[in-house]
């Protein structure tokens, strides 16, 4: 006895991206979804942190470089009575180096308070 083969059901049509269902998107966009809402990436470390910054350290001092080699002429500086020649390049150098040193002794006075504060190692109230 010969069993006839039952035919199969066909296969449902897709959800996404069958063009004679525009429907099927719950949100009626016609995109197609993604199966997970948060892409994988690589995780970020210290050590590829400390890569950037010493790629961007390094373009600082190329651009740096570039800038004194092209500003040579002697200019005549003052300063607390004393006078001087010397490049615009190095002048400007000493003068972004001085403020970098200001601003670098505020903040630490300023870190200083915050974490004493924070301690209450302070007496005095504020």
Not at 15 to 31: E, L, M, Q
Not at 46 to 69: E, K, Q, S
């Amino acid at each position: 006895m010969a069993t006839v083969p039952t035919p199969t059901p066909p296969l449902p049509s897709a959800v996404n991206g069958n063009p004679s269902r525009p429907d099927a998107d719950v949100r009626g966009s016609g995109h197609i979804r993604r199966t997970s809402t948060h892409p994988t990436g690589a995780r970020r470390s210290r050590a590829g942190a400390a890569w950037v910054g010493i790629c961007i350290a390094a373009l600082l001092l190329v651009a740096l470089i570039i800038f004194m080699l092209q500003n040579t002429q002697p200019v005549l500086v003052s300063f607390l009575g004393m006078q001087g020649s010397v490049p615009l390049a190095v002048a400007l150098l000493i003068a972004g180096v001085g403020v970098g040193i200001i601003a670098l002794v505020i903040g630490t006075i300023r870190i200083a308070q915050l974490r004493r504060h924070q301690h209450g190692g302070s007496s005095r109230t504020p």
